[in-house]
């Protein structure tokens, strides 16, 4: 079956830096584009980044630009969120996801916790 594992999450100060890594197994990974989700205390889940099934192209919200990257190594079956310059608005869940496409339906991990905070 689909599995999605995130690991990675913790304790960072401000202005520091934390990589996030998504494990992926039960599905052809280099078929389906994936993405990392966050979800802060009182808010909705918002997307962060997104990166093609090859890794040729991302996308990023507004608040992450210049700051997070996403990248994917297929060989390994895992999908990464490197954050930089991190600010206590980073504070939150982060969920790894692989979207629904023609290829299947949606999945998400369960989520790891990022806190940002001196």
């Known amino acids: 079956q689909v599995q999605l594992v995130e690991s990675g999450g913790g304790l960072v100060q401000p202005g520091g830096s934390l990589r996030l890594s998504c494990a992926a197994s039960?599905?052809?990974?280099?078929?389906?584009?994936m993405s990392w989700h966050r979800q802060a205390p009182g808010k909705e889940r918002e997307l962060v980044a997104r990166?093609?099934?090859?890794?040729?192209?991302?996308n990023y919200a507004d608040s992450v630009k210049g700051r997070f990257t996403i990248s994917r190594d297929n060989a390994k079956n895992t999908v990464y969120l490197q954050m930089n310059s991190l600010k206590p608005d980073d504070t939150a869940v982060y969920y790894c996801?692989?979207?629904?496409?023609?290829?299947?339906?949606?999945?998400w991990g369960q989520g790891t916790q990022v806190t940002v905070s001196s």
């Open positions: 996801r692989r979207p629904a496409s023609r290829w299947g339906s949606d999945y």
């Open positions: 990166i093609t099934s090859i890794g040729d192209g991302t």
């Open positions: 039960g599905f052809t990974f280099s078929l389906h584009a």
